[in-house]
Nanobody, 128 residues
Framework: QVQLVESGGGLVQPGGSLKLSCAAS????????IGWFRQAPGKEREGVSC????????TYADSVKGRFTISSDNAKNTVYLQMNSLRPEDSAVYFC?????????????????????WGQGTQVTVSS
């Protein structure tokens, strides 16, 4: 059974950093794509970033480019989202999602429809 578990969320001050983890089980991270999405109260789900195992390519929302970095550790079956220079508007529940198999370049950051497996989410709150 495929399972994705997010961790690393929490409360941080503006300008601070957090590193989210998405641990996958039930399938091996080979030929996959992983995406990070977020949803704030009263707002639609928003794509943040995606990564493809095929070529290591990544995509990012314009709002996080230069501040967030997605990476993977296949040996640990884990994908990370390093978030720096956090802003109050980054506050949301962050979800990771997976699709496997996936070949080629990373999906567009907002391609939620391609992902078949979703985690339960982790809360990120940016506030002073």
């Amino acid at each position: 059974q495929v399972q994705l578990v997010e961790s690393g969320g929490g409360l941080v001050q503006p300008g601070g950093s957090l590193k989210l983890s998405c641990a996958a089980s039930g399938f091996t991270l080979d030929d996959y794509a992983i995406g990070w999405f977020r949803q704030a109260p009263g707002k639609e789900r928003e794509g943040v970033s995606c990564i493809s195992s095929s070529d290591g390519s990544t995509t990012y929302a314009d709002s996080v480019k230069g501040r967030f970095t997605i990476s993977s550790d296949n040996a640990k079956n884990t994908v990370y989202l390093q978030m720096n220079s956090l802003r109050p508007e980054d506050s949301a529940v962050y979800f990771c999602a997976a699709v496997s198999p996936w070949f080629g370049r990373a999906p567009d950051h907002n391609s939620a429809n391609v992902f078949g497996f979703w985690g339960q989410g982790t809360q990120v709150t940016v506030s002073s």
